[in-house]
């Protein structure tokens, strides 16, 4: 019994648990269709995984919506405002809101792009154990043979990602949620004579300071003497705990389940495990990327372990639950056959990790096996000399010389674009994209599968820039753009177009509740074989007047919201992207466009988990952005957009970035999250948003006025710019005139006085 899966996606295949719940979101079926769907994909998942040669198999990892938000439910820790409700009516409330109470909060899994529901907690708080869903599940399992282990979320790294009401410090109440977590812990202990249970604790991986560490000790003591029935493994990913580790080995835990392909400091740690008389949870195969595990290597870095800690104390797994991956290849038809050899999603790598785990023990292959075995090598060998990823002429352009600034300094250019670009005080813009309308979604999609022609799809989008244009003048906005109709998605959309990029076909990921996202995968060396929005702009640019702002997506965003090939550091990625970029910039401006937005909205996302390895990461992110805007001239104008509010620790990095003009979500926060700018001195120019535009709701101009009067308090007026806080696409057009219109009429009042 040594191989294990931290945990396998739940949304299932055929993303069947996304449609049965928006069926009954839509009253369209009941609650007892979503359950018996459940049961299916749970049943289904740990045959699969039971088929594979999994040995120890995940239970409580799936989840109807999260399992964050089913920590909470178990706890007991209900915000106020949904008390009285039950069930799944309170479980949909708490997720999504109602009409009497809005959703709780979301926000990114370390750095995932899966979206937790964020804890609400206050000190006044009484919490309950409800354990019925996790009991029903490892009965569900023993039922159908199922070798169970139990998932549950730690309590120290629940409350490490929870908030408080009150805004105090979470682990405060470390007091009052422990004794709940030894309840659920007794209860499980009931099930068996032996129950294994993995209790997640990922917030160890950020380096926790010392403080954070000594609850550590405490905590695994006493959940560990609930019961002898217990053997209790603490796990971690997405970085190395070594700190953790040290105090873990120090309580009477079963074993550690870490991650050594993005904690290779891991390693470091292993003595100590062996030393203890711990078991070491192995996690070797990849859980959040879909490339192909290297067997052979991996199979010598496990010898290389088990010359620290015996074999038969180490467990062979998945880095992290596979919830990050799509499901199986098998959906795959369209893809190029190699690249396909280069895949494995969640399916195939329980594949890995039973031969890996077979090798590795010096037990024989089935023929099956064998054949994995084989495939993988050839794989490896392929992907290492394919023409299709190694690109001369891309590697020979990083390696030359390469403009990495402009030519002036941003004073300079602001003064010259002023002067060529002459826009009044508080210039109005957007973010980029307009209300993508049902019949623009079907057209690109008719276009897509080939059911109408170019010529059709193109006068299509064309009429909507028309009437996208028409309305901006009419509306009085200073800076227009075309709309964005042409993209499905601002990463996607480039991507399409640049060489070294693959397209899955059912490449689902969970990235919230019921949604799914596809994220393209970068493969080989990126290159730019042509203009990517040149004619667009050109077409939108000969039917104004005004100055139409040109659309591109950042370097660093185009990376974060993909799948990258891990056989190239991020950063070398990052700036063959950066190069191709840099030619649309070129190309941009060589048409006439004048000012062109360079969108970073993911600039954030990629931050490392570890302080320490912050400067790296920023030192090519600002690099990479700096080249593909250093073609444009000192008239051009640069702007960037960052859909964050929180830039406190990252102002430098901004300001390093050198763009002409920011935009940033603010309309939530009034002028708080402005205030840096201003205290750092930053002096290019910025574009708070001054409305949410995350809700239906119009803001009317004394609203606008309001906010705007704020702004001002902050930053000098020839400083400010004015937009809606993100891009417009996923509101209604209803919605977006009048928000716009009050917007500009606002700032003509502040203009007057
Ligand atoms: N230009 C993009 C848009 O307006 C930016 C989107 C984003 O920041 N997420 O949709
Ligand atoms: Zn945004």
């Known amino acids: 019994m040594s191989s294990y899966v931290v945990g396998f996606p739940r949304i299932g295949e055929q993303r069947e648990l996304k449609f049965a719940l928006e069926s009954f979101w839509s009253g369209k079926s009941d609650f007892s269709e979503v359950k018996s769907v459940a049961k299916d994909l749970r049943s289904r998942h740990w045959k699969y995984q039971q088929d594979a040669g999994v040995d120890l198999i995940s239970v409580n990892d799936f989840s109807l919506y999260d399992n964050m938000l089913d920590m909470i439910v178990t706890l007991g820790a209900i915000p106020a405002r949904f008390r009285g409700l039950k069930g799944e009516e309170l479980y949909f409330a708490m997720a999504r809101g109602n009409k009497d109470a809005v959703a709780m909060e979301m926000t990114k899994w ?39 282990k139990i998932n549950i979320i730690g309590p120290l790294t629940f409350l490490a990602n929870a908030k408080r009401v009150d805004r105090g410090d979470t682990f405060e109440l470390l007091g009052k949620i422990l004794p709940i977590y030894e309840e659920l812990l007794g209860e499980i202990a009931k099930l068996d004579n032996e129950v294994l249970v993995q209790i997640d604790e990922p917030f160890f991986v950020r380096g926790t300071d010392a403080k954070d560490l000594s609850l550590l000790k405490p ?24 700190e953790a580790t040290k105090v873990l080995v120090n309580t ?4 550690l389940a870490l991650d050594f392909l993005y904690g290779k400091e891991n390693m470091e740690t292993v003595d100590l495990i062996a030393s203890k008389g711990k078991k070491l949870f192995a996690g070797v195969v990849d859980g959040r990327n879909i490339w192909i595990n290297n067997i052979e290597s991996t199979v010598e870095l496990l010898e290389q372990i088990a010359t620290k800690i015996s074999k038969d104390n180490i467990f062979v797994g998945s880095s992290c639950s596979l919830l990050h991956v799509p499901f199986a290849l098998e959906y795959e038809e369209k893809l190029d056959r190699n690249i396909k050899s280069w895949f494995a999603y969640a399916k195939e790598k329980l594949i890995e990790i039973d031969v890996i785990e077979k090798l590795f023990r010096g037990e024989e292959l089935n023929s099956a096996e064998s054949a994995a075995l084989e495939a993988n090598k050839v794989a490896n060998q392929t992907r290492k000399t394919a023409d299709i990823i190694h690109d001369k002429a891309v590697q020979a352009r990083v390696a030359g010389e390469i403009k990495l600034d402009r030519d002036e300094p ?68 200073d800076v227009l753009v075309h709309g964005e109709p042409e993209r499905n998605d601002m990463v996607e959309y480039f991507g399409e177009q640049l060489k070294g990029y693959a397209f899955s076909q059912n490449g689902w990921v969970q990235s919230y509740g019921s949604r799914c996202v596809k994220p393209p995968v970068i493969y080989g060396d990126i290159s730019r074989p042509k203009p990517m929005t040149v004619d667009w702009m050109v077409y939108s640019q000969s039917k104004t007047t005004r100055i139409m702002k040109g659309m591109l997506t950042g370097p ?18 990052s700036k063959q992207i ?6 649309e910039v070129s190309d941009l401006q060589d048409v006439g466009i004048k000012i062109i937005q360079v969108d970073e909205a993911a600039f954030k996302e990629g931050y490392p988990l570890r302080a320490e390895k912050i400067p790296a990461y920023e030192e090519w992110a600002v690099r990479d952005f700096k080249i593909c805007v250093a073609p444009a001239k000192s008239e051009t104008q640069i702007h960037t957009h960052m859909c964050y509010s929180e830039f406190n620790d990252i102002i430098r990095t901004i300001e390093a970035m050198d763009a002409d003009v920011i935009s940033i979500e603010t309309a939530r926060s009034g002028n708080e999250l402005l205030k840096i700018f201003a205290k750092v001195g930053y002096k290019q120019e910025v574009g708070p948003g001054v409305y949410d535009i995350h809700s239906p709701r119009v803001p009317s101009k004394e609203e606008i006025v309001t906010q705007i009067e704020k702004l001002i308090e902050v930053l000098p007026i020839k400083q400010l710019w004015i937009n809606p806080d993100c891009g417009l696409k996923t509101r209604k057009w209803e919605e977006v005139k009048p928000s716009l219109i009050n917007m500009v009429e606002a700032v003509k009042e502040i203009r007057e006085r």
């Open 219 to 242: 905590t695994y003591d006493k959940l560990c003497s609930v019961s002898e029935n217990l053997k209790i493994v603490v796990a971690t990913y997405f970085e190395h705990s070594s």
């Open 556 to 573: 660093v965003t185009i990376l974060n919201w993909s799948f990258v090939r891990d056989d190239m550091e991020r950063g070398d990625v």
């Open 578 to 583: 950066a190069l191709a970029i840099a030619d």
């Open 252 to 255: 009477p835990i079963y074993g």
């Open 410 to 477: 941003f004073e300079n250019r602001l003064k010259r674009q002023h002067e060529s670009l002459n826009y009044p005080k508080l210039p109005t813009t957007t973010i980029g994209s307009f209300p993508q309308t049902p019949e623009v979604r079907k057209a690109r999609r008719d276009f897509k599968k080939g059911e109408i022609s170019k010529e059709a799809y193109e006068s299509e989008m064309k009429r909507y820039i028309d009437d996208c244009i028409a309305f901006q003048e009419e509306a009085d906005i």
């Open 110 to 148: 370390f750095n995932t792009n899966y979206h937790y529901i964020v804890p609400e907690l206050t000190p006044n708080d009484e919490y309950s154990l409800d354990a019925s869903k996790i009991i029903k599940e490892y009965k569900e399992a023993k039922e159908l043979g199922i070798n169970a």
